[in-house]
């Protein structure tokens, strides 16, 4: 069976939505979160560039997992192959291909800071994964 006729793609951003959103809860309701240098991005001097507060992790956790249902959905054929249900697929691979871009300075492939602990996790771990989500997005989106 052909890829684009199978559900193995959104079958696994399903599983990545999920365990996405389950980071993101957790991180939530965590009394006092420590994200850590690896996971935001910050300036040379270790200071975080931003600091999201509990709601916007919350609201991200949200996204993920109405993400997730929706991959679910494509993968499990509950919806059925009409044009209109792939766009929010193919919203998924613009929004994770500009984030594997990056804005230039902090994030993405051709972000300028680059030494920090973050800059190397995203350059090895989380840009790649914003790539690999975006195809599989892409690839969703074309199983009609």
């Keep these: ?31 006092k979160a420590d994200f850590g ?23 991200v956790a949200l996204m993920l997992f109405v993400g997730a249902a929706y991959f679910l959905a494509l993968a499990s054929g509950v919806i059925g192959e009409w044009t ?8 998924v691979t613009g ?20 030494d920090t602990a973050f800059a190397k996790a995203d350059t090895r771990f989380y840009s790649p994964l914003c790539v690999f989500i975006a195809v599989l997005s892409l690839l969703s989106s074309f199983r009609i």
């Design 95 to 114: 929004l994770f291909f500009l984030r594997a871009i990056g804005e230039f300075r902090y994030v993405g492939f051709f972000k300028r800071v680059r």
């Design 37 to 59: 240098a690896t996971v935001l991005p910050t300036l040379p001097d270790g200071k975080p560039v931003f600091s999201p507060g509990r709601a916007a992790t919350v609201v």
């Design 1 to 31: 069976m052909h890829i684009l006729q199978s559900n193995v793609a959104p079958g696994i951003v399903f599983g990545i939505f999920l365990v996405l959103a389950l980071v993101h809860l957790v991180w939530a309701l965590k009394a």
């Design 84 to 91: 209109g249900v792939f766009w929010p697929a193919r919203i």
